[in-house]
Structures are given as structure tokens and as C-alpha cells.
């Protein structure tokens, strides 16, 4: 057999544990001295021989089997730079069983009739302690501070708003950590009853009022936002404020965070764009979601994209009978099945590569899995790739959307929501043009087919793929400048998941025909946006990060509508689902005009805008 290999002799270990026993040899024998001096108030020459004699004729076994019980209580074996609850305890606890050993030794080694005083075992206890203590966490303090003055050179001043339990973890954290850079000045906080009062030493110095003036007077660097309950209106009106400061804002993600006791430095988010559309989350109903997509098989095609993955993400969590992914891009949807197979082991999962451009491949995986409920989130959706593009927006948008709907009602799905967009909407791009067509489609289907077939329709999404606060991340990530295409240009905003929660909603109350119209709320100027991102970030606008416009990109437009002029509008159980009234055609006319734009599309035809114009007219492009 094969000798096990001995592990090398660690030299400063060694030298270390045989420095704290013989620390500890020279403690109890100061305790036990010290403590019988004590006693008769520093007058040695008043001690008594019959007590002094029995504690030193028992000192060596009371130094031998102390060291035994600091032993036995790990005191030579922890690791003191990290010492904590615990390590006291175990300290505490094992001076406490010498004082009691060192009784009842004494008991034996008495001399005449009278025992050594009471108070000199409290005295011996309280003095082997304090040594003890000072032995094992001086090495954490004297540690921790030769770190804090090294990190004084990359010192980070902080101010915190809230003063409740979110804000007394995350300053515990701070405040004692050895490693961290942040230094906390000052607490904000509106409830006036917590003015001029402490938290871990540092002074709650007034209301919202005073963040402005309190980040110039501590010269704050980074301003923590700790109010995990607050409303989103709340949120805003102190980020608005903050803004001012020109300070890095970072806050916590949210009250599940307090309540599961997750509180911590780690959790620190930067403040988001979204946290100033002052707007609390939107609700939905739960319970008709779940009812309409629990145990039903549920396939979602452009499943790794931005709102096609989130859509799984979603359907996921209400329990279907089998969820059936698709997308012709194996890396996103790759990433989308690790995730979704990782949060939702029994979730009957199928992940397929397939173009929706592919008539067989759609029939065969129709007719195979036999979804009851299709989401067509799969598009070409970057307007100006579209516009140097738009044969290639036709065949998948337009005939992309056409056959996965035909092989959907083929199959006897029982319902068919596509994704649409704001842009569809008086169109002056292809891919707006394109997605209005789709809407055209799917009213069409639904007169001819069993499936009910619907569309939703909303604005931008925050940071999906493509939109600009990705894009200008990375611009003040390299210092500027921050591109805008207009000053004035608006559009609408919501985040992922909330639109992704409204698609569900819409998809459960729809009857067919329809298509739901989403209220994405105020509009926002993206000039806007872009300064406080700028600010948010710790910058000065203007200064540190410039802004440069670019002008209008080919088919952009300065704002979007959601809902054309002639189609007018109706409410349904939410207040944020719209229903629009839907367009009356000439079916003959427009399958004719679509064979012709699937033949142009596929010839590559130099321009073939004109026919798209003459299937929507109010389709509007720059000649």
C-alpha cells in the first residue's frame, strides 16, 4: 500500500500557537496574582500567607488545565483575523470553566480552615477574560486597521437614505468590514423623529431636503439608496433629488431582499433608468393567467430574444404541461434552457432550432407538439437594419408570421398571440410596415380559422436587445459622448417583464381578432433619459460626458403612436389593456397584393416599398 503523504510542517503556524500558549501561561499566572491583590487593594504586604500560599502551590496544575480547556474550546486552532459571535463565545465559556476549576483546586490546597475570599474567583475570571480577549482579537483589530489605512487612498464617502432595518444591515456591513473602501458620512431620512439620532455610530442628519446641501458639506461620493419599501413614486422623487449631486447612485433591488435577510453590500444595484419613470409596477390577475396556461402546451417562437424569453420565463412559472421554445439562434436560446432547466427542474422542456421562414419545419413541429397556445415573439425588429434591409424584414416578419399561423391553425392550436409594436402604427419603416401587416394576417385567420388569433401591441422595452440603454451604458462606460439622434424625439417605455405580464393578461381575455393596445403610460424623452443616465452614473452632464446629436436614423420618427386614427378604442377588465377595433380589408385583394410581395421579397427586389404602400396606406417613407 502506498504510504500517505505527511503534510509539510508548517513553520509560522508553530510559531504562532506556541506564542499564544506561552501568552497564555504568562495570563493565568497575572490573573491569579492580580486578582488576590485586587482583593486587599494593591497592599501586598496585607495579603494573607494561608491565601496566597494555596494559589501558588496550585497554579501549575491550574495553568496546565487551562491550556487543556483552551484547547478543547478551539483557542489555538481558529482563525482570530476573522473572529466573530462565535470565537467570544468559545472564550467567555472556557475562562468561565477555569475560574470554576481554579475554585475547586483551591478547595484542596487550603491552608487552616479558611478558603481564599469569594471575590477573588470573580476578579480571577474577569482578569483571564480581558487578557484572553485581548490576545486573540488584537490581532483582528490591529489587522483590520493597517487595512483601513491602506484603504484610506481609494476612500469612498458615502451618504445613506433610510433609516430602517435595509439601511441598518447594509451600514453594519460597511462599518465594520476591514476591506471595504466606503466610509458612511451621513443618513437620510424623512421621519423627523429619527433626526439627530445614530445608527452604528453615524448620525441621521435630517430629511430629503438636506441631501444636496449634506453631499457638498461630507463631500459624498456615492449615495446609497436603503429604502427597499418605498413606492416607485417615493424612489423618483428622491432620485430626481439626488441627481443634483452629481454622486454615484446605487440602491437595494427591492423588499424580498429584506425579507428573506439577504441585505448586504453585494446587493447594491446601480439605480436604473426605470426607477425614475415614477410609476409603481404594473399588477396583473395571476389567477386567470394561470388558468388559462396551466397544464396546457404552451410554444413560444423567437425564445431567445428579449420579450421571447422572458415570455418563458413566465409561462414557465405557471405551470404548463410542456413548453415548447424555438429560435433559429442556438446561443441566446442555448443560454434561455440552461437557465429555464436550472429554476424549473420538472418543467417539461423542448428546445428546438427552427426559422420560422421554414414552412416544413413549422408544420412538422405543430404538428408534433401540438401547442395549444403559440406566442410569435420571432422578428426582425432594428428599424435601421430594416431599412437597409426590407426584403429581408418581409420574409420574416410578413411570411414568417404567415406560415407559423397556418401551421398553428393546421394543427388546432387554440390560440395564436403575436407580438406587435407601436411602430406599426402609421408606419414610416419597413419593420412598422411589416409588423402591420402581420396584424392584417392575423385579423384574416381569424375569420377562417377555429384558432383565435390576437395581437398585442406596445412600445419600447428597457433594456431589450437593441434598445438605447444598453447602447448608452457603453458609451459612458468609455467616457463619452452619449449619442442622441433629436432633441425632441419620445417614446414610450416598460420594462421586460411587465410587458411580457400584459401579453399573458391580453392573451387570456382574448375572443379573437383582436388587438390589444398596451397603455405604456407617459411618453419619455430619450434626451432624458440619456442625462440621468449620465448623472445616475456619478457624471456631470456636459463635462465629464458629452451629448452629441446625430440626427434622425432612416425610417425614425420623432414619436410613436399607439393607436391609428380610424380604429378607435375599448377597455377591457384591465385598465392597461386596450382593445382596437379592428380594420376592415378586402381579403381578395390583399392575398393578391401578398403573393406579389412574397415574389418581390424573394427576387430581391430593388425597391419594393411602392407595394408595401399599396397594402398600407398609411405607410409613409422618404423617396
Not at 41 to 50: A, L, N, Q, Y
Request: net charge neutral; aromatic share 10%; charged share 25%.
Amino acid at each position: 500500500m502506498e504510504k500517505k503523504k505527511r503534510k509539510p510542517f508548517n513553520v509560522k503556524l508553530f510559531y504562532r500557537r506556541t506564542c499564544l500558549i506561552i501568552y497564555d501561561i504568562i495570563s493565568v499566572i497575572l490573573a491569579s496574582y492580580l486578582a488576590i491583590i485586587i482583593r486587599y487593594e494593591f497592599d501586598v504586604d496585607s495579603i494573607p500567607k494561608h491565601f496566597l500560599r494555596p494559589i501558588e502551590l496550585f497554579l501549575p496544575i491550574n495553568i496546565l488545565l487551562t491550556l487543556l480547556i483552551f484547547y478543547v474550546f478551539h483557542l489555538y486552532s481558529s482563525l482570530w483575523a476573522y473572529a466573530g459571535e462565535t470565537e467570544l463565545q468559545n472564550i467567555i465559556v472556557s475562562c468561565v470553566i477555569s475560574a470554576a476549576v481554579n475554585g475547586v483546586g483551591l478547595q484542596f490546597f487550603r491552608l487552616k480552615e479558611q478558603a481564599v475570599p469569594k471575590s477573588y474567583y470573580f476578579f480571577y475570571m474577569f482578569l483571564l477574560i480581558s487578557c484572553i480577549f485581548a490576545s486573540r482579537f488584537s490581532y483582528r483589530f490591529f489587522r483590520g486597521l493597517k487595512h483601513k489605512q491602506q484603504n484610506k487612498k481609494n476612500q469612498i464617502s458615502v451618504m445613506v437614505i433610510g433609516a430602517g432595518e435595509a439601511a441598518n444591515a447594509i451600514i453594519k456591513e460597511i462599518v465594520n468590514s476591514n476591506f471595504s473602501t466606503m466610509v458612511i458620512k451621513c443618513i437620510i431620512d424623512d421621519d423627523k423623529g429619527k433626526w439627530g439620532r445614530y445608527i452604528q455610530g453615524i448620525k441621521v442628519v435630517g430629511g430629503r431636503d438636506k441631501i444636496v446641501e449634506c453631499a457638498d458639506v461630507y463631500s459624498v461620493d456615492e449615495v446609497i439608496v436603503a429604502m427597499p419599501s418605498a413606492s416607485r413614486a417615493d424612489i423618483k422623487g428622491i432620485l430626481e433629488i439626488c441627481k443634483d449631486t452629481n454622486c454615484k447612485i446605487r440602491s437595494l433591488p427591492g423588499m424580498y431582499q429584506l425579507v428573506n435577510g439577504e441585505v448586504s453590500v453585494s446587493k447594491l444595484r446601480d439605480v436604473e433608468v426605470e426607477d425614475l419613470l415614477g410609476r409603481d409596477p404594473i399588477t396583473v390577475d395571476m389567477n386567470s393567467i394561470l388558468g388559462y396556461v396551466q397544464g396546457k402546451t404552451v410554444l413560444v417562437t423567437g425564445g431567445g430574444g428579449s420579450i421571447g424569453s422572458e415570455l418563458c420565463r413566465q409561462v414557465a412559472q405557471h405551470k404548463p404541461k410542456r413548453l415548447v421554445v424555438i429560435d433559429i439562434y442556438e446561443n441566446s436560446v442555448y443560454d434561455v434552457q440552461q437557465e429555464l432547466k436550472n429554476k424549473y427542474p420538472e418543467l417539461d422542456l423542448v428546445v428546438l432550432i427552427a426559422s420560422v421562414r421554414n414552412t416544413n419545419r413549422m408544420n412538422w413541429i405543430c404538428a408534433t407538439y401540438k401547442p395549444d397556445i403559440v406566442y410569435h415573439a420571432a422578428a426582425h425588429k432594428h428599424v435601421p437594419l430594416m431599412e437597409d434591409s426590407p426584403t429581408e424584414a418581409i420574409k420574416n416578419n410578413v411570411f414568417g408570421t404567415f406560415k407559423t399561423a397556418q401551421a398553428a391553425a393546421m394543427s388546432g392550436v387554440q390560440r395564436f398571440v403575436m407580438i406587435s409594436t407601436d411602430k406599426a402604427v402609421n408606419p414610416t419603416n419597413i419593420m412598422g410596415a411589416s409588423k402591420r401587416i402581420c396584424e392584417m394576417i392575423i385579423q384574416t385567420f381569424n375569420k377562417h380559422y377555429d384558432t383565435e388569433f390576437v395581437a398585442v401591441r406596445f412600445g419600447n422595452v428597457l433594456g431589450s436587445n437593441g434598445s438605447v440603454i444598453p447602447l448608452f451604458r457603453k458609451q459612458i462606460a468609455e467616457g463619452g459622448p452619449v449619442t442622441v439622434t433629436h432633441p425632441d424625439i419620445i417614446r414610450y417605455f416598460m420594462t421586460i417583464p411587465e410587458a411580457v405580464s400584459l401579453v399573458l393578461q391580453a392573451g387570456a381575455y382574448a375572443k379573437g381578432g383582436e388587438i390589444f393596445v398596451l397603455d405604456m403610460g407617459e411618453p419619455v424623452k430619450i434626451l432624458t433619459l440619456a442625462e440621468n443616465l449620465i448623472r445616475l452614473s456619478g457624471y456631470r452632464v456636459g463635462e465629464d460626458i458629452k451629448i452629441e446629436f446625430t440626427g434622425l436614423r432612416p425610417g425614425e420618427k420623432l414619436y410613436e403612436e399607439l393607436l391609428m386614427d380610424e380604429e378607435g378604442m375599448k377597455d377591457t377588465a384591465n385598465k392597461m389593456i386596450h382593445i382596437g377595433k379592428p380594420i376592415e380589408l378586402d381579403e381578395q385583394e390583399f392575398f393578391a397584393q401578398l403573393k406579389e410581395l412574397k415574389d418581390e421579397s424573394q427576387i430581391e427586389s430593388s425597391d419594393i416599398r411602392p407595394l408595401i404602400q399599396k397594402i398600407v396606406p398609411t405607410y409613409h417613407y422618404k423617396k
